[in-house]
């Protein structure tokens, strides 16, 4: 029994030692914050003082123990610690927030923590109008590390310190850019990803600077935005500025962060518009939130909710295209709306956002291969005979593809249900289980019944704050990466 207990540790410490490096380089995150509470005189610095001092520690820690057990990752082994990166971050992403508000328990920091870094966007904390500059910041700018993953940074930093990135990359990065290489270096991929993703998040700053936001919130809703997380510097959300122009330049770089940034990269790598031309995902996309948006503001104003089609047509657009593509920011308690409509928009939430974008749910490329492989059933159905394949663009996708994307769409289903009957069994109305959950799996932020944009997450007790912190992991991982680790076979030699 020791022999095999010392066998398991010392598979785990290659482990260990990249997850300690990871965690000193993590500990720079919290400078930023820190720079603008200092500049600001804001009165959180010492928050970020224990969080860069504890962080930094841990890694060093965690390096001292398992420095002897360096050796070149496997697969098993990228999975392991993609889970244990996103699992144990917001331990010290948290720290801040407990620091600063100390009757904050953990297990709501832990959460908050968690929504940031997976940009879901809920939130148990209100009265963040009141809250310093400096932890808006740091809690919008989680949503911008997290939102393209936090291994595609690692891996452009990795090979620096002697260790390569292939196996995390493949474990983390969304379906089609596991297997394309963008560039001859998985490092070049992810430093070329960041760029493209920091250009834009610049520019979407200066977009809503110039728009009318002060410069504070101008940078929190543009790590919020091009992160597709939700979480905001106001209680009211969007509906605190009341700018038609502001809602329409956020509309614009959630539908940019919504789109592979395979995509942006290729089209910043040959100077070309053509790779938009060629991405199979981006008309559905487009078309499926045109048709929504136009078909919702007929239905709200048909339904008397609003005089004006226009008035309805603005309301409807923004967060229409807010809670498809995942990034949940509202203008209007959409709760209040007849039910069929917030709930279309949660629906979009599964699909919507493009694979390879910072957004959550199944990705538009899974939805479009379950729709041709459905017609391509039912025209065989009528000639078995034959020969039919399932394309996208004009590539035909082979079965094994195919076979995946119906088994993640079980598992994607199965998780859904299990969980809101456990958030429902403990207490929670089902209506309100059933959309957190989806909100949660989808990172998409605010559910509907108790849980509405208008709301927190406050309302849930201990036992339905750390579900739902295991549904945003579980969506933000894409379910397979985090449930394989949870299997025996796993485990097996």
């Not at 543009?222 to 009341?242: I, Q």
């Not at 959630?254 to 790598?269: E, G, N, V, Y």
């Not at 078909?295 to 709200?300: H, K, N, S, T, V």
């Not at 004009?394 to 993640?408: E, G, H, M, R, T």
Request: proline letters at 4%.
């Amino acid at each position: 029994m020791p022999r095999i207990a010392s066998a398991a540790v010392s598979s785990i410490l290659p482990v260990v030692h990249i997850f300690s490096k990871v965690l000193m380089l993590f500990s720079l995150a919290f400078l930023l914050p820190l720079g603008i509470s200092i500049a600001l005189d804001d009165g959180a610095q010492l928050a970020y003082d224990e969080a860069i001092v504890i962080t930094f520690l841990s890694g060093v820690a965690l390096w001292l123990l398992s420095r002897h057990g360096k050796r070149e990752l496997q697969t098993r082994d990228g999975f392991l610690l993609v889970v244990m990166i996103w699992a144990a971050l917001p331990v010290y992403s948290a720290i801040p927030l407990m620091t600063y508000l100390p009757d904050l328990a953990f297990n709501e920091a832990y959460f908050e923590a968690v929504s940031g870094l997976t940009a879901t966007g809920a939130t148990v904390l209100s009265g963040v109008d009141h809250l310093p500059p400096s932890i808006n910041i740091w809690r919008t700018q989680m949503h911008w590390i997290g939102g393209m993953g936090v291994i595609v940074l690692v891996v452009a930093v990795l090979p620096m310190l002697g260790v390569g990135g292939r196996q995390l990359f493949k474990a983390e990065t969304p379906t089609p850019m596991k297997d394309s290489k963008l560039t001859p270096r998985m490092a070049e991929t992810a430093k070329g990803l960041w760029q493209v993703y920091a250009f834009f998040t610049v520019l979407c700053m200066l977009a809503l600077w110039a728009g009318g936001m002060d410069w504070i919130d101008a940078v929190v809703h543009g790590f919020s935005v091009m992160g597709l997380g939700g979480l905001s510097s106001h209680d009211a959300n969007m509906a605190y500025f009341d700018s038609p122009l502001l809602e329409f330049i956020v509309m614009v770089f959630a539908l940019i962060a919504a789109i592979s940034f395979s995509t942006h990269f290729m089209a910043f790598r040959t100077r070309n518009l053509l790779a938009y031309r060629r991405d199979a995902e981006l008309p559905w996309s487009l078309g499926v939130l045109a048709v929504s948006a136009l078909g919702l503001a007929f239905y709200l104003y048909y339904k008397g909710f609003y005089l004006d089609y226009f008035e309805a047509l603005r309301y409807a657009a923004f967060n229409t295209v807010s809670v498809a593509t995942t990034l949940g920011f509202s203008t209007t308690d959409y709760n209040v709306w007849p039910y069929f409509a917030p709930l279309w928009m949660l629906f979009l939430s599964s699909f919507v956002a493009s694979a390879g974008s910072t957004g959550g749910g199944i990705k538009m490329l899974r939805a479009v291969l379950l729709y041709k492989q459905l017609y391509r059933e039912l025209i065989k159905l009528v000639h078995p005979a034959a020969e039919i394949h399932t394309k996208i663009g004009q590539q035909a996708v082979p079965n094994k593809i195919i076979y995946a994307v119906l088994a993640f769409l079980f598992v994607y289903v199965a998780s859904i249900v299990v969980l809101s009957f456990v958030l429902s069994a403990s207490g929670l109305d089902i209506f309100t289980a059933f959309t957190a959950v989806v909100a949660m799996v989808n990172n998409t932020g605010p559910g509907l019944g108790q849980v509405g944009p208008a709301s927190t997450y406050a309302v849930l007790n201990d036992f339905q704050t750390w579900v739902c912190s295991f549904a945003m992991l579980l969506g933000r991982l894409e379910f397979f990466t985090l449930l394989v680790v949870l299997t025996p076979a796993f485990w097996r030699k």
